[in-house]
T-cell receptor
Framework: EPEVTQTPSHQVTQMGQEVILRCVPI?????FYWYRQILGQKVEFLVS????????KSEIFDDQFSVERPDGSNFTLKIRSTKLEDSAMYFC???????????FGDGTRLSIL | QKEVEQDPGPLSVPEGAIVSLNCTYS??????FMWYRQYSRKGPELLMY????GNKEDGRFTAQVDKSSKYISLFIRDSQPSDSATYLC????????????FGKGTLLTVNP
Protein backbone atom coordinates (compact mmCIF):
# COMPACT_ATOMS: atom_id res chain seq x y z
CA GLU A 1 0.00 0.00 0.00
CA PRO A 2 1.34 3.46 -0.91
CA GLU A 3 2.57 5.46 2.03
CA VAL A 4 3.88 8.87 3.02
CA THR A 5 7.57 8.77 3.88
CA GLN A 6 9.41 11.29 6.01
CA THR A 7 13.11 11.89 6.59
CA PRO A 8 14.97 12.07 8.83
CA SER A 9 13.20 10.12 11.56
CA HIS A 10 15.05 12.11 14.21
CA GLN A 11 16.80 15.46 13.88
CA VAL A 12 18.84 17.05 16.65
CA THR A 13 19.76 20.72 16.10
CA GLN A 14 21.21 23.59 18.07
CA MET A 15 18.88 26.48 18.81
CA GLY A 16 19.09 29.14 16.13
CA GLN A 17 20.02 26.72 13.38
CA GLU A 18 17.95 26.06 10.28
CA VAL A 19 16.32 22.69 9.73
CA ILE A 20 14.62 21.16 6.71
CA LEU A 21 12.20 18.31 7.19
CA ARG A 22 11.45 16.22 4.15
CA CYS A 23 8.37 14.36 3.03
CA VAL A 24 7.49 12.27 0.01
CA PRO A 25 3.69 12.23 -0.22
CA ILE A 26 1.75 9.41 -1.86
CA UNK A 27 2.18 9.55 -5.61
CA UNK A 28 -0.60 11.45 -7.43
CA UNK A 29 -1.84 13.08 -4.23
CA UNK A 30 -2.77 16.72 -4.63
CA UNK A 31 -3.15 18.25 -1.18
CA PHE A 32 -0.29 18.35 1.31
CA TYR A 33 -0.16 19.18 4.99
CA TRP A 34 2.22 19.62 7.88
CA TYR A 35 1.17 19.04 11.48
CA ARG A 36 3.12 18.99 14.68
CA GLN A 37 2.66 17.23 17.99
CA ILE A 38 4.43 18.48 21.06
CA LEU A 39 5.04 15.67 23.55
CA GLY A 40 1.86 14.94 25.49
CA GLN A 41 -0.25 17.36 23.47
CA LYS A 42 -2.66 17.06 20.58
CA VAL A 43 -1.73 17.01 16.92
CA GLU A 44 -1.90 20.59 15.59
CA PHE A 45 -2.32 21.84 12.05
CA LEU A 46 0.51 23.96 10.68
CA VAL A 47 -0.05 24.50 6.98
CA SER A 48 -1.85 23.18 3.91
CA UNK A 49 -0.47 23.33 0.39
CA UNK A 50 -2.30 22.89 -2.90
CA UNK A 51 -1.54 23.79 -6.47
CA UNK A 52 1.97 24.95 -5.55
CA UNK A 53 0.90 27.47 -2.97
CA UNK A 54 -0.10 27.70 0.67
CA UNK A 55 -3.88 27.41 0.99
CA UNK A 56 -4.06 27.91 4.75
CA LYS A 57 -1.71 28.33 7.67
CA SER A 58 -2.14 28.40 11.43
CA GLU A 59 -0.95 30.98 13.93
CA ILE A 60 1.96 28.68 14.71
CA PHE A 61 3.21 28.96 11.12
CA ASP A 62 4.99 32.29 11.47
CA ASP A 63 7.73 33.86 9.36
CA GLN A 64 10.26 31.33 10.63
CA PHE A 65 8.44 28.57 8.75
CA SER A 66 8.25 27.93 5.03
CA VAL A 67 7.15 25.08 2.81
CA GLU A 68 8.21 24.08 -0.65
CA ARG A 69 7.50 21.47 -3.23
CA PRO A 70 10.78 21.65 -5.14
CA ASP A 71 9.97 18.84 -7.56
CA GLY A 72 7.17 16.45 -8.36
CA SER A 73 7.72 14.22 -5.34
CA ASN A 74 9.18 16.08 -2.35
CA PHE A 75 7.43 18.40 0.08
CA THR A 76 9.61 20.19 2.61
CA LEU A 77 9.13 22.18 5.81
CA LYS A 78 11.90 24.62 6.70
CA ILE A 79 12.35 26.29 10.06
CA ARG A 80 14.78 29.17 9.62
CA SER A 81 15.96 29.82 13.17
CA THR A 82 14.87 27.10 15.54
CA LYS A 83 13.72 27.73 19.09
CA LEU A 84 13.53 25.37 22.03
CA GLU A 85 9.73 25.32 21.72
CA ASP A 86 9.99 23.96 18.18
CA SER A 87 10.89 20.59 19.68
CA ALA A 88 8.09 18.26 18.59
CA MET A 89 7.07 15.48 16.22
CA TYR A 90 6.36 16.89 12.76
CA PHE A 91 3.98 14.94 10.55
CA CYS A 92 3.40 15.25 6.84
CA UNK A 93 0.07 14.18 5.34
CA UNK A 94 -1.48 14.07 1.91
CA UNK A 95 -4.87 13.67 0.24
CA UNK A 96 -5.60 12.25 -3.17
CA UNK A 97 -8.54 14.50 -3.86
CA UNK A 98 -11.42 16.44 -2.39
CA UNK A 99 -13.33 14.55 0.28
CA UNK A 100 -10.68 11.89 0.79
CA UNK A 101 -9.01 11.20 4.14
CA UNK A 102 -5.51 12.30 5.03
CA UNK A 103 -2.72 9.75 5.19
CA PHE A 104 0.17 10.48 7.51
CA GLY A 105 3.85 9.70 7.55
CA ASP A 106 5.61 8.40 10.66
CA GLY A 107 6.97 11.83 11.42
CA THR A 108 10.28 13.50 12.19
CA ARG A 109 11.18 13.95 15.81
CA LEU A 110 12.84 17.35 16.08
CA SER A 111 14.93 18.00 19.17
CA ILE A 112 16.28 21.52 19.70
CA LEU A 113 19.16 21.85 22.15
CA GLN B 1 -15.00 25.50 24.97
CA LYS B 2 -12.36 23.45 23.17
CA GLU B 3 -13.14 22.71 19.53
CA VAL B 4 -12.72 18.94 19.96
CA GLU B 5 -12.77 17.22 23.33
CA GLN B 6 -11.67 13.67 23.96
CA ASP B 7 -11.24 11.87 27.25
CA PRO B 8 -7.49 11.08 27.39
CA GLY B 9 -8.00 8.02 29.58
CA PRO B 10 -6.02 5.91 30.13
CA LEU B 11 -8.48 3.12 29.43
CA SER B 12 -7.58 -0.45 30.37
CA VAL B 13 -9.74 -3.41 29.34
CA PRO B 14 -9.38 -7.21 29.24
CA GLU B 15 -8.90 -8.98 25.94
CA GLY B 16 -12.21 -9.64 24.20
CA ALA B 17 -13.98 -6.62 25.71
CA ILE B 18 -15.99 -4.11 23.72
CA VAL B 19 -14.30 -0.73 23.80
CA SER B 20 -16.14 2.54 23.38
CA LEU B 21 -14.23 5.73 22.56
CA ASN B 22 -15.83 9.08 21.92
CA CYS B 23 -15.33 12.74 21.14
CA THR B 24 -17.48 15.82 21.32
CA TYR B 25 -17.03 18.93 19.26
CA SER B 26 -18.34 22.46 19.12
CA UNK B 27 -17.89 23.49 15.46
CA UNK B 28 -21.07 22.67 13.55
CA UNK B 29 -19.18 23.16 10.27
CA UNK B 30 -17.39 19.81 10.67
CA UNK B 31 -18.59 17.35 8.04
CA UNK B 32 -15.82 14.76 7.84
CA PHE B 33 -14.95 12.60 10.82
CA MET B 34 -12.01 10.29 11.24
CA TRP B 35 -10.51 7.94 13.75
CA TYR B 36 -6.78 7.36 13.74
CA ARG B 37 -4.70 4.92 15.72
CA GLN B 38 -1.26 6.01 16.86
CA TYR B 39 1.41 3.77 18.25
CA SER B 40 4.25 5.27 20.26
CA ARG B 41 6.66 7.31 18.11
CA LYS B 42 4.61 6.61 14.97
CA GLY B 43 2.31 8.63 12.76
CA PRO B 44 -1.49 8.52 12.93
CA GLU B 45 -2.86 5.52 11.02
CA LEU B 46 -6.31 5.93 9.49
CA LEU B 47 -8.90 3.52 10.92
CA MET B 48 -12.29 4.91 10.00
CA TYR B 49 -13.56 7.76 7.84
CA UNK B 50 -17.15 8.96 7.73
CA UNK B 51 -19.00 11.81 6.14
CA UNK B 52 -21.87 13.51 7.98
CA UNK B 53 -24.08 11.53 10.37
CA GLY B 54 -24.53 7.77 10.48
CA ASN B 55 -22.72 4.52 11.17
CA LYS B 56 -19.88 2.79 9.40
CA GLU B 57 -18.57 -0.69 10.10
CA ASP B 58 -15.24 -2.23 9.13
CA GLY B 59 -14.44 -5.58 10.65
CA ARG B 60 -14.27 -5.20 14.42
CA PHE B 61 -14.56 -1.40 14.22
CA THR B 62 -17.73 0.68 14.09
CA ALA B 63 -17.78 4.45 13.83
CA GLN B 64 -20.85 6.48 14.70
CA VAL B 65 -21.50 10.15 14.07
CA ASP B 66 -24.36 12.10 15.62
CA LYS B 67 -24.15 15.62 14.24
CA SER B 68 -27.24 16.77 16.12
CA SER B 69 -25.44 16.07 19.40
CA LYS B 70 -21.96 16.90 18.03
CA TYR B 71 -20.78 13.51 19.25
CA ILE B 72 -18.77 10.78 17.54
CA SER B 73 -17.88 7.29 18.74
CA LEU B 74 -15.63 4.41 17.85
CA PHE B 75 -16.48 0.91 19.01
CA ILE B 76 -13.97 -1.92 18.98
CA ARG B 77 -15.40 -5.42 19.32
CA ASP B 78 -13.43 -8.42 20.56
CA SER B 79 -10.51 -6.17 21.50
CA GLN B 80 -7.02 -7.61 21.13
CA PRO B 81 -3.71 -6.74 22.83
CA SER B 82 -2.55 -5.44 19.42
CA ASP B 83 -5.29 -2.79 19.67
CA SER B 84 -3.32 -1.18 22.50
CA ALA B 85 -2.50 2.31 21.21
CA THR B 86 -3.65 5.91 21.38
CA TYR B 87 -6.85 6.58 19.44
CA LEU B 88 -7.30 10.03 17.95
CA CYS B 89 -10.50 11.52 16.66
CA UNK B 90 -10.15 14.15 13.94
CA UNK B 91 -12.55 16.19 11.88
CA UNK B 92 -12.68 18.76 9.11
CA UNK B 93 -15.26 21.04 7.49
CA UNK B 94 -14.69 19.83 3.94
CA UNK B 95 -15.64 22.01 1.01
CA UNK B 96 -12.28 23.61 0.22
CA UNK B 97 -10.97 23.09 3.76
CA UNK B 98 -9.68 19.69 4.74
CA UNK B 99 -7.38 20.66 7.56
CA UNK B 100 -7.90 18.35 10.52
CA UNK B 101 -8.71 19.34 14.07
CA PHE B 102 -7.72 16.58 16.46
CA GLY B 103 -8.80 15.47 19.88
CA LYS B 104 -6.07 14.88 22.41
CA GLY B 105 -6.30 11.10 22.03
CA THR B 106 -7.32 8.24 24.32
CA LEU B 107 -4.66 5.79 25.47
CA LEU B 108 -6.07 2.26 25.34
CA THR B 109 -4.47 -0.83 26.85
CA VAL B 110 -5.95 -4.26 26.14
CA ASN B 111 -4.69 -6.79 28.66
CA PRO B 112 -4.24 -10.45 27.63
Amino acid sequence: EPEVTQTPSHQVTQMGQEVILRCVPISNHLYFYWYRQILGQKVEFLVSFYNNEISEKSEIFDDQFSVERPDGSNFTLKIRSTKLEDSAMYFCASIGGAGQPQHFGDGTRLSIL
Amino acid sequence: QKEVEQDPGPLSVPEGAIVSLNCTYSNSAFQYFMWYRQYSRKGPELLMYTYSSGNKEDGRFTAQVDKSSKYISLFIRDSQPSDSATYLCAMSPGGSNYKLTFGKGTLLTVNP
